[in-house]
Structures are given as structure tokens and as C-alpha cells.
């Protein structure tokens, strides 16, 4: 069979893409492992919550974080109700002690908080000159998940790519709409809030390289979960997993300069620039923060637990 030279080229590129998406574990975190990973920040929320931040020392004295059958759980307080002049609803916010630059990680997530007034997130962020990557976020148990870039100016993405979710946005520049980012809906009510719970959580996966960033999910009962996925092994090969649930590519977007090297962020806050702002349209009571602050018992479910996280570089 003939092949004309601009053929060989489109292969040759095709093989080299295919190739470059093998990768190889460097850290295989759960339980005490996983939590050893981290760092608690006791800091002010940048998002405005209706929150406090705790220490470690703290989290553990009022049990807000747990080991067990290697299982890590990270919760907000449900037993303390609050008056206007307390500080925010105790909950966490951890920080990687590494870095990631060029990485696959796969978060193997059993349950994430639920509640009116809850806003969690899992993401990567070096801000400003590292960019932010929401990978797991959302408020008021309202679905889906959106994962959403946010960076510096000049970083835009195209309104059709290859992708199962919904765009909900295509200026990722922090400093434009509100800092709504470039958001993509997944396109699967079980991805986030009280639904992903229900059916046994799933499992979320980003592949982050210099020429774009791709973000997976599977709700637990998918019959196509892929077995490193399921099972992840000393090395991956993300081209089997098939269309990514959001993509971010450097079509407009210089990805190499807008995203450095990131820390992996875990939190839960409340109400707050988000959750706060919307949560007359989320079909919760009250207000947010009166919420938040007399129903207590309402936020026993506002936690996450992890099954593990495997990263590979």
C-alpha cells in the first residue's frame, strides 16, 4: 500500500500522541498514607464562607478527620449550632506537599459532602501564576459537577471540543465574568451531591500535560470503568479511556504558560462567593448562613471519604 509523505506524517504524530499518554505511579496514597500527603490549612477562606478553617490538632480533637479500614474521611462539624457573632461552621481544607506539573491523578471517591449551603471542591491551584483546575465542585447538592479552569488573561477555549460534557462557559480568565472561569458541565446527574452518594460515589481522573488537560468520570456501577481505573497498577495508559467528561485543549490557550506546577487542594466551605450567591434559586431554606449556622445536624453527611489516590508523572 502506497502512503504519501503527509499521510506518514498524520500516523507518525498519531503514535507519538498515543505514546506520550503512558505514565508511571509515583505516589499510591490511602488511609493514613494519604493523609500524611497533606498539610491542613488553618487559613481565612478566599471564597468568603461561612467557615473556619482548622488545624490538624483541632480536626483531630473534634473529629473531623478519621483513618479507617484505610479509608480516609475528612468532615465538617453537625453538632455545634452557631450565633451570627460565632466564627464559621468548622470544617477542612488541605493542601499536597508536592507539587504536580505534567500528571495523571485518580481520585477514588466513596462519598463527597452533601447539604444545603455546601460547597466542596477538589482541585489543583498555584495561584496566580500556576492557574487553578476545579476538578470536583459544586454547591446546594445541585447537579451535575463542573469542572472549570481559572487563570490569568489571554485564555479562552473553543465552544466545541471533544467532550461528553456541557460547556458552561469559554473565558477561563479570573479577572472576567466574575471569575465564573471556563466551566464544563459533566453530563451525568450521579457525578456530584446526594446522587453521586447514593450510587456509591465513582471515581475522577485528571490528565494534565502541557498541551491540554482532560478531567474523567465513572459513577461506580459503569460498566465501563477501565481496569487501571478500577484496579491502578506501577504504570497507565490514559488512551484507553475513551472521550474525556471535560476537555481542555491549547487550541486559544497557551496551556504551558498559563498552568505551572500545583498543589492537589481538598475543601469544604459554606455558603460564601457560590454557594452563598445562588442559594435562593437552590430550593434550600432560610438563608444560607441562618442555615448554616442553626441546623447543624443538617451537615452529618458533609464529608468526604476516599478509597484512595493514585498519581503517576
Avoid at 73 to 101: C, H, V, W
Amino acid at each position: 500500500m502506497r502512503i504519501d509523505f503527509h499521510s506518514f506524517v498524520i500516523l507518525a504524530l498519531a503514535v507519538t500522541m498515543t505514546s506520550g499518554a503512558t505514565y508511571q505511579r509515583s505516589s499510591q496514597l490511602a488511609g493514613q498514607s494519604f493523609l500524611d500527603a497533606f498539610q491542613f490549612q488553618a487559613i481565612s477562606d478566599p471564597t468568603n464562607g461561612r467557615v473556619t478553617y482548622v488545624n490538624e490538632s483541632t480536626a483531630e480533637a473534634d473529629k473531623l478527620v478519621s483513618v479507617a479500614n484505610n479509608k480516609l474521611t475528612l468532615r465538617a462539624d453537625y453538632t455545634t449550632k452557631l450565633s451570627s457573632s460565632d466564627p464559621g461552621r468548622k470544617s477542612f481544607r488541605i493542601m499536597s506537599n508536592s507539587q504536580y506539573e505534567t500528571h495523571v491523578a485518580i481520585f477514588d471517591i466513596a462519598h463527597m459532602p452533601q447539604g444545603c449551603g455546601t460547597w466542596p471542591a477538589i482541585l489543583g491551584e498555584n495561584w496566580p501564576n500556576g492557574g487553578e483546575i476545579d476538578i470536583v465542585e459544586g454547591v446546594n447538592d445541585q447537579t451535575p459537577n463542573t469542572c472549570s479552569l481559572h487563570t490569568s488573561s489571554n485564555c479562552t477555549m473553543p465552544s466545541s471540543r471533544s467532550m461528553s460534557g456541557i460547556v458552561s462557559g469559554t473565558n477561563c480568565d479570573a479577572y472576567a465574568n466574575g471569575n465564573s472561569g471556563c466551566g464544563v458541565h459533566i453530563n451525568d446527574n450521579k457525578s456530584y451531591g446526594p446522587q453521586f452518594n447514593s450510587n456509591g460515589g465513582g471515581w475522577y481522573a485528571i490528565e494534565k500535560r502541557s498541551t491540554y488537560i482532560k478531567i474523567f468520570f465513572w459513577e461506580r456501577t459503569s460498566s465501563s470503568v477501565p481496569s487501571d481505573i478500577k484496579s491502578p497498577g506501577s504504570s497507565i495508559n490514559t488512551s484507553h479511556w475513551g472521550t474525556p467528561a471535560a476537555y481542555f485543549p491549547d487550541t486559544y490557550c497557551d496551556i504551558s504558560t498559563h498552568f505551572g506546577a500545583q498543589n492537589i487542594i481538598i475543601n469544604l466551605t459554606f455558603c460564601g462567593d457560590w454557594a452563598g450567591s445562588v442559594y435562593s434559586e437552590s430550593g434550600c431554606p432560610s438563608t444560607c448562613v441562618d442555615y448554616v449556622n442553626n441546623n447543624p445536624s443538617a451537615f452529618k453527611n458533609a464529608y468526604f471519604e476516599f478509597n484512595s489516590l493514585n498519581i503517576y508523572k
